[in-house]
């Protein structure tokens, strides 16, 4: 393999590291949305010595939180800030998916993949110029993937514990992460069939392997139980996650989520056309055959990491896109050998030519359609939710409130408390628990009113945004609440800012003629 060869691969993957990375630092103001508030608000309380779950909970393993943590430690606690850190995590991910192609195939293969994932990382679509929590989870099952290859080649016990150690930090960003340790276990299994081996090495290296994959969780609870918090960890992470996930069925997953998005988030076409075609590659190529059954299981897998809960955001399906890029590498690896080995080694080229093609057309229409927007623009057509006004709410807080002053938030907005640098005063980040028919619902709307009561906070913002509510299919049982939540805002403060969310003249509002966050002051 010649060294022209091989810088033009290192090249190309440059090249795009550099251009998705420039398309993210231009979008790097973006306003937070909910989920990016969430995990940047508990990031800075961690970095205030706050432990996760003590003074605001969610669902969430709290490994999203401390790599935010991290992130703002490093490049500031600030929209731009996060955004930063995603250039170096998403280029990250492109790396290693580079890596496990070259190891797996070729230098060519691995190109194609690692290039094809930057571009599909950063789709709105999927929403993938966000930092979601799928991002960070695929950077560390990459990794732990990557690094159980070397261990199966090598044979070592310290490359079985540092793979199984990153499936684990997998599962610590969020909880479907398991399934890649999971992967990674029956991976190794299945290839230990083709050498004699002993009980005792089978031992050791299984061993070894589920002592890293367990020992961030371990340590973890550890943590939380000195910190004094685990009965709040366990409730939100085990008890009511159990429940949030056997609350939709399938028929109304395929009616409200997969019907109308899978036909964006599986773009560009052209691009799923030739993941299938490597899917199928071991049925028309010897070559494809050897790692057949390492793409088709880590394509199983990352769609098994998809359906837990049966919700199927758009996010949600970033897990899917390294397999998927693996296999367009493998497509256009297995076509060249085909065309160079049956035809005419002149016609190897074509299958890079046409991958080159559609890989122009496909970043001419991204800037086409979003990226050549400023941030706030750009955040309102993914979204037009009211995040860019959020900023606005939280900037009037913070200029007419001290450090220790408390925010209520009657909606699901909590990244106002992180650009407001000021504390929740409940410890619910979302009133999406409030709404939904569960079990646990009404004790959670008596604690929030009890924790408001209790604090009486210096602001109060009331969310009229059904998006931010999500009430909706339970609007009849849940009215009470709804207008105790009202009326707490006008009993002992006053109205003292109102933004309007250019939601459309379609989006319902309970308290208005149109979604707009109020802002209440405590009369002092």
């Not at 709290?62 to 991290?70: E, F, K, R």
């Not at 069925?249 to 076409?269: A, E, I, M």
Request: aromatic letters at 16%; a positive charge.
């Amino acid at each position: 393999m010649n060294l022209r060869y091989r810088f033009a691969c290192y090249g190309t993957l440059l090249t795009c590291m550099i251009l998705f990375g420039w398309i993210r630092f231009k979008e790097r103001a973006m306003p937070l949305e909910r989920d990016e508030g969430e995990y940047a608000y508990m990031g800075q309380l961690m970095l205030q010595g706050i432990p996760p779950y003590k003074i605001a909970a969610n669902m969430k393993l709290p490994g999203t939180y401390a790599a935010y943590s991290a992130i703002m430690a490093v490049f500031g606690e600030s929209a731009s800030g996060i955004h930063l850190g995603m250039i170096v995590v998403t280029s990250l991910s492109g790396v290693l998916i580079f890596l496990l192609g070259r190891y797996l195939w070729t230098p060519l293969a691995g190109t194609i993949s690692g290039c094809a994932y930057l571009l599909l990382a950063i789709r709105p679509a999927v929403l993938g110029i966000v930092a979601h929590a799928t991002h960070f989870i695929m950077l560390a099952a990459l990794a732990g993937t990557l690094l159980l290859l070397y261990a199966i080649d090598r044979k070592k016990s310290s490359f079985f514990f540092t793979s199984g150690l990153f499936f684990g930090i997998a599962f610590l960003m969020k909880q479907p992460g398991i399934f890649f340790a999971i992967f990674g276990a029956c991976y190794w299994l299945w290839s230990e069939r083709k050498d004699a081996f002993s009980l005792r090495s089978l031992a050791v290296r299984g061993g070894v392997f589920a002592a890293g994959v367990v020992l961030p969780y371990v340590l973890t609870c550890l943590l939380l139980l000195h910190a004094g918090v685990f009965s709040n960890f366990w409730f939100w992470t085990w008890t009511y996650a159990r429940e949030y996930s056997s609350m939709v069925t399938w028929s109304q997953t395929w009616n409200d989520r997969l019907k109308p998005g899978l036909p964006w988030v599986f773009r560009p076409f052209a691009f799923w056309e030739l993941a299938v075609l490597g899917l199928a590659a071991p049925l028309w190529s010897r070559y494809a055959r050897v790692r057949g059954g390492f793409v088709a299981g880590f394509l199983v897998t990352s769609c098994l990491a998809v359906i837990p809960g049966l919700y199927f955001r758009s996010h949600y399906f970033i897990l899917m896109l390294p397999a998927g890029a693996l296999c367009i590498g493998i497509a256009l690896e297995c076509a060249q050998r085909e065309l160079r080995e049956r035809w005419n080694v002149r016609l190897a080229i074509v299958p890079v030519l046409y991958f080159a093609i559609i890989y122009v057309l496909a970043v001419r229409g991204l800037w086409r359609d979003s990226f050549h927007l400023d941030p706030n623009a750009l955040n309102d057509k993914i979204y037009a939710a009211g995040f860019v006004q959020a900023v606005s709410v939280a900037d009037f807080i913070k200029s007419r409130s001290a450090p220790q002053d408390e925010i209520g938030i009657l909606g699901s907005e909590p990244e106002i408390c992180f650009y407001a640098h000021r504390r929740c005063a409940t410890s619910f980040l979302y009133v999406y628990p409030l709404m939904e028919r569960q079990r646990f619902a009404a004790a959670m709307q008596d604690q929030m009113k009890r924790e408001l009561q209790a604090e009486h906070p210096r602001f109060l913002v009331v969310v009229d945004n059904w998006s931010s509510w999500n009430w909706a299919s339970t609007i009849k049982e849940n009215r009470p609440f709804l207008d105790w939540a009202w009326d707490f805002a006008h009993y002992g403060y006053e109205l003292v800012d109102q933004v309007t969310i250019p939601a459309g003249s379609n989006i319902p509002s309970l308290w208005g003629d149109r979604p707009r966050f109020y802002v209440f002051q405590r009369k002092d």
